[in-house]
Each structure stands twice: as C-alpha cells, then as structure tokens.
C-alpha cells in the first residue's frame, strides 16, 4: 500500500476516524472531569552555607561539598520528617482515621507511620539547580491542606535539622561531663601530691631554696679559701725569725720591753762608765736588764707559741670548713632532686590543668550546641493556599487525548478496511484481480465529451502506470 492508496482510503472512511476522535475526547473529557480536584502548594527553604557555626565560629567545608544538598533533600523525604508532619498536624486526630487505617492494613503496624507513608506520596522536594534553595510541594485534594502540609514539611525539616545536630551534641555533653569529672579527679590527686611534697620537705620554691644553698655555698668556699691562705700564712711565719715577725714587731708589750731594755742598757752602760762593773747599782740595773730581757723572750714565745696555736685553730678551721662544704654539697643535690620532683609533680599538675580546661570547654561548648536552636535553613517563601487545582489538566489532556484519537481512528479506518477491501484505484483492480489492466474509462460526469478512450494492445507494465486519451 502507498501513500496515495492509504490517502483514498481515509477519504473514504473518514466518518469512521471521527467517530473514533470525538469518542476518544469524550471520553477523556467525561474522566478528567470525574477526577477528584487536585491541588499543589509550595514552599521554599534557603540553606546558608557560608555563615559560620556561631559556637565553633568557623566554616564547615561539608556544607559546600555537592552531596550536601542532596543529603538535605533526603532528609525532607525521611520517614522521621513526616512522622513529625504528622503529629504536628495531628492527623491520627482526624475522624475516620483510624477506621481507614484499620481496613488499609488491618491493625498491623503503626497508624502514624500508614499516615506518614500516605503523605510521602504527595510530596515532591526538588532542590534548585546552581543554588541552595530546595522546592517542597505539596498535593492533596483540599487548597488548604497542601498549603499547612508544605508548611509543616518545611518546618519539620527545620527542626530536624536542629535536632540531628542538637542530638549528638547532648551525647558530647554527656559524655564530656563524666570525662571532667574524672580530669577533675586527676587535677585534685596531682595538686594534693605536689602539696604533700613540699609540705614534707619544707620547699615552696625549689629555684629559690637551691639559690640560697648555692649561695651559702660559695660563702663556704670563700672562707676556705680564706682559711687556707691564713694557715700558709701562719707557716710562713713560723718558718721566719722571732724578731722579725709582724705580731712580735707590732705588739705593743713587746715595744714597750725592747724600749726599757733599751734605756736599760744605756743607763747601764753609762753607770758602768762612772761606777764601774762591781758597783752595787750595776749589779742591780744588770739584774733589771736580764730581767727584761727573760721578758721578752718568754713574750716572743708566746706570740711564737700564739702563731702555732693560730696556725692549729686555721687547720681545723679549714677541716671544719671542707667538711661543711661537702655537707652542703650534698644538701644542694639533695635539693636538686626534690627540685625535679617538685618539677615533675607541678608538670603532671599543669598537663593535669590543661587536660581539664580543654575537656571543660569542650564540655561548655557540647552544652551550648545541644541548647542552641538555631539552624542554617530559614523559610524563603511560605506555602498559600492554590486557587486553581494543578490536576486534572483538563486541556492537556484532551490535547493528549486528540492525538491518541488520531492514531486510534487511522488504526480504525486501516482494521476496517483489511477486513473489508475494496477497489478505490487501479492499482487496486490490478492487485485484486490478477489480471492486466488493458483501459480506464473516464468519469462521464467529471470528464469533457471530447474526450476518448484510446485502446492499448498491449498489457499495462508492472508499475501499473495509466494510458489516458
């Protein structure tokens, strides 16, 4: 069959495509309209994914990955955001309810989640592309209902959000609370230990204590150093002339017998000169004279004996000295090692402290993120109530409907005619009969008188082309 065949045969049985058309649109009209009156309402959310946390103070670089809107969009379509919508609507509220509930899944299971998975079905979140803004519309059979139940999806999403992040933070808290009640343990136990140390050995201050040891050490040391010089000093002078050492020359005793040993002599000698030897006054200034000198030489002595003593008294001295400096070496080694235990005691204080104070401000800040209410989602556009229904799309439909009539009538007219043929054109004759097309007679009424047949004797070809005269 070619183009011109099919062409003659839907001129002739067009009637029956436009029975088949209008039966088509009729009926597409008669449904649409018996279709229950569907509305959609609409809200929108807006994420801000830019501001910074207003506790942790910085910017989450999860909120900027792609999947981030995603994740949000399925957290709309989540059993536990409906399930919210739900009580917040109070839909298991509603009369007959729990009687539809009851004949649509005969008792088994919840009745909030059988409303939850009724109200999924309207809901279609779709987020918008190159943006952080996400579409949540609503269909339902009452204006009024979509516009409450986008609402409430929307501000389910907004208070799940804050309690996915509210939750966790509660458990931080939690668990950071008992973990400062043990760092605080801790801090007390090192605290008391570094106490109880320096209240047995008596050391506020090691640096200060082991300064003062040190220093009286070096004094020690002077003096030794001092104690030794005098006894090589005694030595020298021991090993020096009687009369030629400083204590004897200086001491004033000893001045005074060499000057009336001196006047003595003179006077002695000057008697002698007078009297002569055997004189009585000679005699006895002479036995003056010894007597001052015996004098002087037991004074000499004694300064002699003195410098020995001295030298004795410089030796135990220094022995006392040496022996004083080794016990105060030992006492500031000893110090030292109290200083490093003290040292390590207040290090375990301090980590102690600083493990504390960082467990406490984690503590505070779980504490606040798990009070906070706000969140990083705000409503653009709340959802009002549709005037005109979004289904049945009537002209749609029927637009759809006419070209599903077209194809259905060309269908039509086709069956029809397969079942039964007729002859509209010569191909046709030729095709049915068999037999070679030797004329074709002209239509008297649509053709001029002038006009002929003209015979061919031979047979027509087998593209079935026509002769006309």
């Known amino acids: 069959m070619n183009f011109y065949q099919l062409l003659l045969i839907m001129r002739a049985r067009y009637r029956l495509g436009l029975i088949v058309l209008m039966l088509t649109l009729l009926t597409t009209l008669l449904v649409s309209m018996s279709l229950p009156r569907e509305y959609t309402a609409e809200t929108s959310v807006v994420l801000d994914v830019k501001s910074p946390d207003p506790i942790a103070g910085m910017v989450f670089s999860g909120m900027m990955a792609p999947s981030y809107m995603a994740t949000q ?68 059979t009452d204006a009024a209902f979509a516009a409450a139940a986008a609402n409430a999806f929307a501000q389910a999403y907004i208070d799940t959000n804050i309690g996915l992040r509210a939750e966790p933070a509660q458990q931080y808290a939690q ?85 009336d040993i001196a006047r ?38 004694k300064v002699r004996i003195s410098l020995g003593t001295s030298g004795q008294i410089s030796l135990y001295k220094e022995a006392d000295i040496k022996a004083a400096i080794e016990v105060q070496k030992q006492k500031i080694l000893d110090l030292k090692k109290q200083r490093d235990a003290i040292s390590l005691l207040q290090m375990e204080v301090q980590n102690a402290q ?45 637009l759809v409907s006419a070209f599903l009539g077209m194809l259905l009538g060309v269908g039509s007219i086709l069956l029809r005619e397969l079942l039964d043929r007729r002859v509209r054109s010569a191909e046709d004759l030729v095709l049915l009969s068999g037999a070679p097309l030797l ?31």
């Not at 400062?180 to 109880?196: E, N």
């Not at 030794?228 to 050492?245: E, I, M």
């Not at 504490?367 to 906070?372: A, C, G, H, I």
């Not at 002209?442 to 002769?467: F, K």
């Open 73 to 140: 969009v399925d957290i709309i379509n989540s059993e536990r955001v409906a399930r919210q919508v739900v009580r917040s609507l109070k839909l298991e509220q509603g009369p007959g309810v729990r009687e539809q509930w009851l004949a649509a899944s005969k008792g088994k299971g919840e009745m909030i989640g059988w409303l939850s998975g009724m109200l999924k079905t309207g809901l279609n979140v779709m987020p918008t592309r190159e943006s952080n803004v996400i579409r949540i519309e609503f269909t339902a």
């Open 264 to 301: 003595q002599e003179s006077q002695l000698r000057e008697l002698v000169a007078k009297t002569g030897v055997n004189h009585p006054q000679v005699r006895s200034l002479s036995a003056q004279l010894s007597d001052l000198k015996q004098t002087l030489a037991a004074e000499t002595r």
């Open 439 to 469: 004329g074709h007679v002209a239509d008297a009424s649509q053709q001029p008188a002038s006009r002929r047949l003209r015979w061919i004797g031979r047979s027509v070809p087998s593209s079935h082309s026509l002769n006309e005269v």
């Open 175 to 259: 668990w950071f609370e008992s973990q400062t009640a043990i760092q605080r343990r801790q801090l007390q136990a090192a605290q008391k230990a570094l106490s109880d140390f320096q209240q047995q050995t008596g050391i506020v201050s090691g640096d200060e204590r082991v300064d003062y040891e040190t220093a009286r050490l070096n004094d020690l040391s002077s003096q030794l150093t001092q104690a030794q010089s005098q006894g090589q000093d005694v030595k020298s002078k021991q090993r020096g002339a009687n009369d030629t050492l400083p204590e004897v020359m200086q001491s004033p005793l000893i001045i005074q017998l060499k000057t």
């Open 354 to 398: 600083r493990a504390f104070d960082g467990v406490t401000q984690r503590a505070s800040q779980s504490k606040l993120e798990s009070q906070m209410v706000q969140t990083n989602v705000s409503v653009l556009n709340p959802a009002s109530a549709p005037l005109l229904p979004t289904r049945p799309k009537i002209l749609l439909n029927l």
